[in-house]
């Protein structure tokens, strides 16, 4: 079954650190650009970081530039985020995300998502 | 790049056919895609590259627009279509989404 799965999610107090997984199945994880994508409870949607296929390109939104990290081991299928200095406005639920580029243009869309692993961030 | 939707909520029968407008801050060609989420599940794809339909969603989905100006449509409206709809654009980093519009039965 082609899926993702998130975990690693918690309560962390301010200024705490945490790291999340996503581990990938039932498709070439090695041939995708992978997300994260967050949502506060009750709020929209946050893109946070993405990277490339081999790990040699990284981008993150710029609330959590110097204090997030994401990475891959394409070995195991798995996708990271190492969550540093986390403050109350990170509270949130964390997707997983495989990215696609459309057949004909290049374009770039989010077409399969995890369930999400919920991160809680109080004292 | 700043995404805005409209209406942000909206209430409409079965068997309606509703449009929710989505404005990007600048020009972003046709890279723009549309997600659909019911209660507090993961965002499902249905529309991408501004008006491709997304393999197994229903042909009464459909996306127009391209620059600036989008558009998504739902000709007939049925009882698993009311959600909350997010546009989002891909034309640069970071991705941006719209605010959200939430779609009640009226």
């Known amino acids: 079954e082609v899926q993702l799965v998130e975990s690693g999610g918690g309560l962390v107090q301010p200024g705490g650190s945490l790291r999340l997984s996503c581990e990938a199945s039932?498709?070439?994880?090695?041939?995708?650009?992978m997300s994260w994508v967050r949502q506060a409870p009750g709020k929209g949607l946050e893109w946070v970081a993405n990277?490339?296929?081999?790990?040699?390109?990284?981008y993150y939104v710029d609330s959590v530039k110097g204090r997030f990290t994401i990475s891959r081991d394409n070995v195991k299928n798995s996708l990271y985020l190492e969550m540093n200095s986390l403050r109350a406005e990170d509270a949130s639920n964390y997707y997983c995300?495989?990215?696609?580029?459309?057949?004909?243009?290049?374009?770039?869309?989010?077409?399969?998502w995890g369930r999400g692993t919920l991160v809680i961030v109080s004292s | 790049i700043q995404m805005t939707q409209s209406p942000s909520s909206l209430s409409a029968s079965v068997g309606d056919g509703v449009t929710i407008t989505c404005r990007a801050s600048?020009?972003?060609?046709?890279?723009l895609n549309w997600y659909q989420q019911k209660g507090g599940k993961a965002p499902k794809l249905l529309i991408y590259?501004?008006?491709s339909l997304q393999n197994g969603v229903p042909s009464r989905f459909s996306g127009g627009g391209s620059g600036t100006d989008f558009t998504l449509t739902i000709s007939s409206l049925q009882p698993e279509d009311f959600a909350t709809y997010y546009c989002?654009?891909?034309?640069?980093?970071?991705?941006?989404f719209g605010q959200g519009t939430k779609l009640e039965i009226k």
């Open positions: 995300v495989r990215e696609r580029e459309a057949d004909r243009s290049p374009n770039w869309f989010f077409d399969l």
């Open positions: 039932g498709f070439a994880f090695s041939n995708y650009w």
């Open positions: 990277i490339k296929q081999d790990g040699s390109e990284k």
């Open positions: 600048q020009g972003i060609s046709s890279h």
């Open positions: 590259a501004a008006y």
């Open positions: 989002q654009q891909s034309f640069n980093t970071p991705y941006t």
